[in-house]
């Protein structure tokens, strides 16, 4: 099949409000707000800012870098390169979205239909025990799991079939500032909130857990670990995403200042994620504590319950945790699309399809591992976990950690720091303030891989 014309973003907007997109995930709401609390509030804070401008922008801004310089995906770039060792980077990456999506997706699902259940009512008056046995009693229903996860599919399919310029810039120009919009508003009312009754609590006084810095905990080595963690799977390096992005940019695009921009607004949105969580959680007596799927499946609908307008206000949560899924799966989807569509010479449209029913095959081991009662996917225990877990474990703690690796790797004893740091700057004049400047050198050819090794150490030992 003869070589299909490239895609690009059609605009330096396009491309920020995507890339930003496809940072902004799950993970910001449910992950972020729960390990500032944890470890120190402002000082975690602090501690993660300086892990996304040390480590986080630099390995993003090198993905981005070698996807422009090769005008290709990393597969098939690096093979025009004649370096075939390192089109592993985008084997890795792309199959660590593919198994990424297999859960991902899954919990998507949960929110649309999470965000459908609060319109009803269903959550007004509930207690915690209710709650949680509204969730258990979804988990055993694999067919209705499996129709949202199938809705899910079918959105990200129609958007990344149409392309990069008409699918996902389009779509994320209206999704990323609607999720500002609802986030911000959502914040606000938490912020208002008054207190209730036999508990006495403000919401200061959520802020004040949320954020009150203990600068003690800057010596324990754990802050700066899980800062490392939640930063590098935050931003979304380590899945070829980023240097698929890259592909689409022009030479005169400001790559330093782009990249930035983006990291902003990723740690922005997970910091105001904070403010909509914890005062509504102080004020109404729920544990602060909660985290992951306890939290926003079980804790949070309670608090919306007990609210005036609550099932608007429910609703209106779920469908931010749902839309900022959908944005990151853009990204998930677009990177291994486009590089077997670019490897194989299959048409984008069709190769959409061919990876959408893969993960979606994958997903339903998932699915199905979630209940007792489905046979040996309810049984099946690997390193211990669930098949839901394994793929998290699997993509999350392995892949994308070795993926980024190698493009640190890359970096440091390939293209060489003269190189990424000539790539990076390309387009800009001498003076401009957003260059890449010869003092990242040490730290970008010795220091971050070093810091890789640490993560992919803790994640796998």
């Known amino acids: 099949m003869e070589e299909q014309k490239r895609d690009s973003f059609g605009s330096r907007i396009g491309f920020i409000l995507s890339a930003a997109g496809f940072s902004i995930g799950l993970g910001n709401v449910w992950r972020f707000p729960y390990l500032t609390s944890k470890f120190g509030g402002g000082a975690f804070v602090l501690a993660y800012v300086l892990i996304c401008v040390f480590v986080g922008l630099p390995l993003f801004l090198g993905e981005l870098s070698i996807g422009r310089r090769m005008r290709a995906t990393p597969i098939v770039g690096f093979l025009k390169e004649k370096k075939p060792f390192w089109s592993l980077i985008g084997w890795v990456g792309a199959i660590a979205c593919i198994v990424l999506m297999a859960y991902y997706t899954v919990i998507i699902g949960w929110m649309v239909r999470y965000a459908v259940k609060a319109l009803s009512g269903v959550f007004a008056g509930s207690t915690f025990e209710q709650t949680k046995m509204m969730f258990s009693d979804f988990m055993k229903s694999p067919f209705e799991l499996i129709a949202y996860t199938v809705v899910v599919f079918v959105a990200l399919g129609l958007a990344i079939s149409r392309g990069v310029k008409e699918g996902v810039e389009k779509l994320c120009k209206w999704l990323l500032p609607i999720l500002g919009v609802m986030i911000v508003t959502l914040a606000v009312r938490s912020l208002t909130l008054s207190p209730v009754e036999g508990v006495g609590k403000t919401a200061m006084d959520g802020m004040r857990w949320y954020l009150s810095p203990d600068f003690s905990q800057l010596g324990n080595p754990e802050v700066w670990l899980y800062a490392l963690g939640q930063s590098f799977f935050s931003i979304g390096v380590g899945i070829a995403t980023a240097v698929v992005y890259g592909s689409y940019r022009s030479d005169a695009d400001n790559m330093p200042k782009d990249a930035a921009m983006v990291v902003t607004m990723d ?77 194989f010479k299959v048409k984008r449209s069709k190769m959409t399809w061919i990876v ?30 669930s098949i839901f877990d394994f793929a998290d474990y699997l993509s999350g703690n392995v892949m994308m950690p070795v993926d980024a690796l190698l493009v640190s790797l890359y970096i440091s004893f390939v293209l060489k720091f003269n190189g990424y740091m000539e790539e990076a700057n390309k387009g800009l004049n001498e003076s401009h303030a957003w260059r890449v400047s010869g003092w990242w050198r040490p730290w970008i050819t010795y220091g971050l891989p070093v810091v890789l090794i640490v993560i992919m150490y803790r994640n796998v030992f």
């Open 267 to 343: 740690t922005s949105f997970a910091l105001i994620a904070g403010v909509v969580i914890f005062p509504a959680l102080l004020v109404y007596g729920a544990d602060p504590n909660a985290s992951g799927v306890g939290l926003v499946m079980e804790i949070m609908p309670v608090v919306f319950g007990k609210m005036p307008m609550g099932s608007f206000w429910a609703s209106l949560f779920f469908i931010l945790v749902a839309v900022a899924g959908y944005t990151s799966g853009l990204g998930y989807l677009e990177a291994p699309v486009a590089c077997f569509a670019d490897f």
């Open 356 to 385: 959408v029913f893969v993960m979606f095959a994958l997903s339903l081991p998932c699915v199905y591992s979630l209940s007792e009662g489905h046979g040996w996917m309810s049984a099946c225990r690997i390193l211990g976990k």
